[in-house]
């Protein structure tokens, strides 16, 4: 019962942004641990960031920290990925996932995510 639907993914050229949305439904959001992965052919699925709870501060892998941010709307349902300054190497199919036992202490990167959406695809040209 738990979905999770993505979106805002396309084609941008290199320096431009995205937001992607991920929607989610049978979930106490609030208390859910979301991320966002990435996977581009032929490379292993990479973890990109991650929060738990509104207002809640986000966790990023090295590469992406001061041009993505992680967001979440409680009353949406809804966690946002904005990604400035794309470069051709964030090219890949993101993906949102969830965890519903993490915690504010256990949230982040690591976490073994339950629940997947079905992606979006980010294309960066350069």
């Known amino acids: 019962q738990v979905q999770l639907v993505e979106s805002g993914g396309g084609s941008v050229q290199a320096g431009g942004s995205l937001r992607l949305s991920c929607a989610a439904s049978?979930?106490?959001?609030?208390?859910?641990?979301m991320g966002w992965f990435r996977q581009a052919p032929g490379k292993e699925r990479e973890g990109v960031a991650t929060i738990y709870a509104n207002g809640g501060k986000g966790m990023y892998t090295d590469s992406v920290k001061g041009r993505f941010t992680i967001s979440q709307d409680n009353a949406k349902n809804t966690v946002y990925l904005q990604m400035d300054s794309l470069k051709p190497e964030d090219t890949a199919m993101y993906y949102c996932?969830?965890?519903?036992?993490?915690?504010?202490?256990?949230?982040?990167?690591?976490?073994?995510?339950?629940?997947w959406g079905q992606g979006t695809q980010v294309t960066v040209s350069s």
């Open positions: 049978g979930v106490v959001f609030s208390r859910t641990c």
């Open positions: 996932a969830a965890d519903s036992n993490s915690n504010w202490f256990t949230c982040g990167l690591w976490v073994d995510f339950g629940y």
